[in-house]
């Protein structure tokens, strides 16, 4: 989903946060110069990219992303892609994964900001990321300083060619709107700016994936932990989008079956400064949130009179006791 296929020379970025180029988050590709080999909306599938030996369609052979046909004139390939949410933008995956002889040689990025409309021919495009250099089925990554909020992104391929994914890791743009009749909001979900800061073991499926919308589509749509073979539990260490009081917490243990955590608790804590590896230490002594719960298999786990009395918090750690898989993590509440 937001996190693609383990990859350990990943930065940061990618653990971090949410990928807005999704197409299951709302993202869309709008339009292209030129899609005859492979439709630009395969490029934002969160699904890794799969190469089918022997699969052709009418245009040639069926390729998992977005590909166009070789270029005869002067200029270059480009696609106009919605951003699921209007966001910052960290980093970006552009990724050829399965294209060898097809793959663009160099591509760019550019970005607008557009409320209640798309691009058109009028649109002023500003530059995100320079040229680069691409090689094929490969993975690169690009960190963006740019502090500039967008909602559009242009992707430009040098002169044509295949991109099996884009991936834009973001912080969306939140301003704390209630997305309930509750009046309530998930303040670590992904798509309002909650992201994980660190988690002791990601195994079977990264923490990132407890902060998604919707309930998991299966038994890899979540966090899950290896076996744990020592004393201990597992954990997680997550920023709220914004500091608030959290007045309703749902565990959703979706999917797991043989592998779901005995029990759950949660600590909070308003912090200022300090640095990833800081925040772990600290967590260990912050105060009960939600004492240990009991969890079952499959099963959506709300909590509201078991959250003890606490002051605003900017971070959560999620312990789940000793290991196992969790789909969804929801703290809803007022931000403070």
């Known amino acids: 989903m937001a996190v693609a296929a383990a990859d350990p020379n990943a930065p940061d970025f990618v653990r971090r946060y949410v990928n807005l180029a999704d197409a299951r988050l709302g993202a869309a590709a709008l339009a292209a110069s030129d899609d005859f080999f492979a439709d630009k909306s395969r490029m934002l599938n969160p699904d890794p990219a799969v190469f089918i030996p022997g699969k052709y369609d009418d245009n040639g052979k069926w390729m998992d992303g977005w590909e166009s046909r070789r270029k005869r004139i002067s200029g270059h390939d480009w696609c106009v892609v919605r951003l699921a949410r209007p966001g910052r933008i960290h980093g970006v995956d552009l990724d050829t994964s399965h294209f060898t002889g097809n793959y663009p040689p160099a591509a760019s990025l550019e970005a607008c900001y557009l409320i209640g409309s798309d691009p058109d021919e009028r649109t002023e495009w500003t530059p995100l990321l320079p040229s680069v ?4 089925n490969s993975h690169h990554y690009f960190a963006v300083s740019d502090d500039t909020p967008c909602t559009h992104l242009r992707v430009n391929l040098y002169p044509d060619g295949g991109l099996a994914r884009l991936r834009v ?3 969306p743009k939140f301003g704390g709107e209630s997305d309930g009749d509750d009046g309530l909001t ?3 979900a992904a798509l309002n700016g909650g992201t994980v800061v660190a988690a002791n073991n990601e195994h079977f499926g990264p923490a990132s994936r407890l902060l998604l919308p919707g309930r998991g589509l299966n038994m890899g749509d ?3 932990t290896r076996r744990r073979r020592e004393p201990g539990n597992d954990w997680c260490v997550i920023a709220l989008a914004l500091p608030g009081i959290v007045e309703s917490i749902e565990v959703d243990t979706a999917h797991f079956k043989g592998n779901y955590p005995d029990r759950c608790s949660l600590q909070g804590a308003q912090v200022t400064g300090g640095t990833a590896q800081s925040l772990v230490t600290q967590s260990m002594f912050w105060p009960a949130l939600l004492p240990e719960q009991k969890l079952q298999m499959d099963h959506q786990h709300f909590f509201t009179s078991e959250i003890q009395p606490h002051a605003p918090v900017t971070h959560v750690r999620f312990t789940i006791h000793p290991d196992g898989g969790v789909s969804r993590l929801r ?5 403070a």
């Not at 250099?133 to 094929?136: F, R, V, Y």
């Not at 703290?331 to 931000?335: A, D, E, I, V």
């Open 133 to 136: 250099n691409l090689t094929g």
């Open 169 to 171: 890791y973001a912080t």
């Open 186 to 188: 998930d303040l670590v």
């Open 222 to 224: 979540g966090w899950e």
């Open 331 to 335: 703290l809803r509440g007022k931000p």
